[in-house]
């Protein structure tokens, strides 16, 4: 499904983003970007048990169309 991938392939990118910065700008730990990498976790952990977003299950044992 690409809506669940490119969200959450955005998601990541923008945790990737935000990490980078605080690792460069170690002044910035005490700011809101820290707080904003743990949205960003929630929102990914979200979109991924989100129904909308969720990949359709496959089966263990995949239907054959025999007849017996």
Not at 20 to 37: E, G, N, V
């Amino acid at each position: 499904m690409q809506t669940q991938a490119s969200i959450l392939r955005q998601l990541q990118f923008a945790y990737e983003l935000v990490a980078d910065i605080l690792a460069q700008a170690f002044q910035l730990y005490d700011c809101h970007l820290d707080q904003a990498l743990l949205v960003l976790v929630l929102a990914m952990k979200r979109a991924q048990r989100s129904p909308k977003f969720r990949r359709p299950r496959q089966s263990a044992y995949p239907v054959q169309d025999t007849l017996f």
